[in-house]
Nanobody
Framework: QVHLVESGGGLVQAGDSLRLSCAAS???????MGWFRQAPGKGREFVSS?????????NYADSVKGRFTLSRNNAKTMVYLQMNNLKTEDTAVYYC???????????WGQGTQVTVSS
């Protein structure tokens, strides 16, 4: 079973950039993957995703469109989230998840903390 590890989080100021990475071991992102985040006291929310069935489709939450960019390597073992012009409301734990054959996110990483100060 694929194992996911996120990295790249940290403490930055508003307007700065960060690049998150998600590494897959023991497998690949065969069907796709997603980035999610959870802020303190809030539920987990969708950030971005990439799907490989029937072509490549990348989606973003409205709140990050134009600021975040998802990319991946050709081997489908690494996925990145470039986050530019960060805002204080982007503060959260960011998780990557692998899309399973059933169309659900069935494997999750441990998360990486992103803190944006004003």
């Amino acid at each position: 079973q694929v194992h996911l590890v996120e990295s790249g989080g940290g403490l930055v100021q508003a307007g700065d950039s960060l690049r998150l990475s998600c590494a897959a071991s023991g497998g690949t992102f065969t069907y796709g993957m997603g980035w999610f985040r959870q802020a303190p006291g809030k539920g987990r929310e969708f950030v971005s995703s990439i799907r490989f069935s029937g072509g490549i489709a990348i989606n973003y939450a409205d709140s990050v469109k134009g600021r975040f960019t998802l990319s991946r390597n050709n081997a489908k073992t690494m996925v990145y989230l470039q986050m530019n012009n960060l805002k204080t409301e982007d503060t959260a734990v960011y998780y990557c998840a692998a899309l399973g054959i059933g169309g659900k996110y069935d494997t999750w990483g441990q998360g990486t903390q992103v803190t944006v100060s004003s």
